[in-house]
């Protein structure tokens, strides 16, 4: 495949790029045979800064562009920034693919090439680059068989879109390697509304109380505490009373 734009100048990066910042995120929405898309999302929840965190996510439509088959996840590190290019030090990936009967997870390699950051704001309607085969003509069918592993190139010019959130769910936090948060059931409490002050300490000793419904699974009690610690991407264990792991699909026994 060939890559119509042009690679940016080195050294044309500006300062605004990486100023300092709670969160960073850069965005690439690619048409890989129209209607047929990719869009490719590199998030820096701690700014971006050498050894901070970087999620990277990647989507890519069925051939009529209507709908998502393919996610890929990776976490990892940046690694270096040299003006525009920023490199990373991959920790792992994941990806899920959704089968016409079922989908299924698979381990893969991590993401490929640096980022190229440039000055562009990209909104909802995002900015695509097109690719072709060596015919001149949009490929729409590399890309969606279960194999797959989407296209790696050696660059990605990017835009900035810094509101977005990735979405992480407990099966995909399962097959990264992220940090564990492990905290015990220490108390709890039936309250006149009919939720439930669940106290809790971590291993480090820390007391802290989080609110469930009666009724919820430990799963909502395993969100309620992340939400509380702001543990951002990382699993989170709960040992009851008597320190046994509770599992995640299990009811509440309160």
């Known amino acids: 495949l060939r890559h119509k734009t042009q690679r940016p100048a080195r050294g044309t990066h500006p300062r605004s790029l990486i100023r300092a910042m709670a969160r960073a995120g850069w965005v690439v929405k690619t048409n890989i045979g129209c209607p047929a898309y990719q869009e490719e999302r590199w998030v820096f929840p701690d700014g971006l800064e050498v050894g901070r965190q970087v999620q990277f996510y990647r989507i890519e439509s069925d051939p009529c562009g209507q709908d998502v088959r393919f996610h890929e996840w990776a976490v990892g590190a940046v690694s270096g920034i040299e003006g525009i290019e920023v490199h990373f030090d991959w920790a792992g990936a994941t990806q899920f693919i959704d089968g016409e009967c079922f989908g299924h997870w698979c381990d893969v ?30 490929d729409l069918t590399d890309g969606f068989t279960p194999n797959f592993v989407g296209p790696r190139h050696a660059y990605q010019r990017a835009g900035r879109d810094d509101g977005y959130q990735i979405p992480w769910d407990r099966q995909v936090v399962e097959r990264l390697p992220v940090p564990t948060f492990v905290v015990t059931v220490a108390s709890h409490e039936v309250l006149e509304d009919g939720q439930v002050a669940v106290g809790l300490t971590s291993m480090a000793g820390d007391h802290f109380c989080v609110l469930v419904c009666r009724g919820d699974d430990t ?6 505490v992340a939400n509380e610690r702001q543990c951002g991407l990382a699993r989170v264990r709960i040992l009851n009373i008597d320190g046994v792991l509770m599992e995640p699909n299990l009811t509440l026994p309160f």
């Not at 390699?109 to 949009?138: C, F, Q, R, V, W």
């Not at 799963?219 to 309620?224: S, T």
């Open 219 to 224: 799963e909502a009690l395993m969100e309620a």
């Open 109 to 138: 390699g991590p993401p490929k090439g640096e980022l190229i950051m440039t000055e562009e704001t990209i909104g909802e309607s995002g900015s695509h680059t097109d690719y072709t085969d060596d015919t001149g003509e949009a």
